[in-house]
């Protein structure tokens, strides 16, 4: 969305010069089409008026740059331009959430300097990761322990350091394992 946004402005100063308020009033203009759902019709749009551009003309040549820019970052993405919906189901239309979120989980654990992640280590980090930060360390620990216990009672081997991915709990295993802790300390069940 923001890089259409300066590819906007880009074309606005190169067709109305250093006049803020005529390149406002088009970029305005051109942001109520694509918030509308009409991105489509803005590329049409874009594309006419590129055509009343002088084709070899020096003084145009700017502007067809820009606007060819403009046109073919738009049309590549028309089916991810669906600003009305998302605004009408009040969902986020920017990536700065989601790089922010791989920032902190990812970034703030995996990214020093001189560190080499092999793929299926990241991410199992990754998961454990996600884990400390959603408050579900304690659980998980404890679903961990419960399933070793259980192994070692069923006279299996318990391999705790390995480098064979293990399978996750799921919310129903936790629970489980939850309930199992309550009775054991002869403790209530939280609802």
């Known amino acids: 969305m923001r890089h259409v946004e300066e590819r906007r402005w880009k074309v606005g100063r190169t067709l109305h010069g250093p006049g803020p308020d005529a390149v406002a009033h088009w970029v305005e203009d051109h942001r109520a089409l694509l918030y509308t759902g009409c991105a489509a019709q803005l590329v049409t749009g874009l594309k006419t008026f590129t055509l009343t551009l002088a084709a070899r003309a020096k003084r145009d040549a700017a502007t067809r740059e820009a606007l060819s820019d403009l046109i073919g970052s738009v049309e590549k993405r028309l089916a991810m331009m669906a600003y009305k919906d998302l605004i009408e ?4 239309m920017a990536s700065g959430i989601v790089e922010g ?4 989980v990812l970034g703030e654990r995996l990214d020093w300097s001189g ?12 998961h ?5 930060l959603n408050g579900d360390w304690e659980r998980f620990f404890a679903w961990g322990y419960h399933r070793w216990l ?15 991915a293990d399978v996750l709990p799921t919310a129903e295993s936790l629970e489980a394992t939850d309930t199992q802790a309550h009775q ?7 609802a």
């Open 150 to 164: 259980a192994q070692m009672r069923a006279g299996q081997r318990v391999v705790i350091r390995t480098d064979q």
């Open 101 to 104: 979120a791989a920032r902190y």
């Open 184 to 190: 054991e300390t002869n403790l209530p069940v939280a």
């Open 115 to 126: 560190r080499r992640w092999i793929p299926e280590r990241a991410e199992a980090l990754r």
């Open 89 to 92: 189901d009040a969902l986020v």
């Open 128 to 132: 454990l990761r996600c884990i400390e």
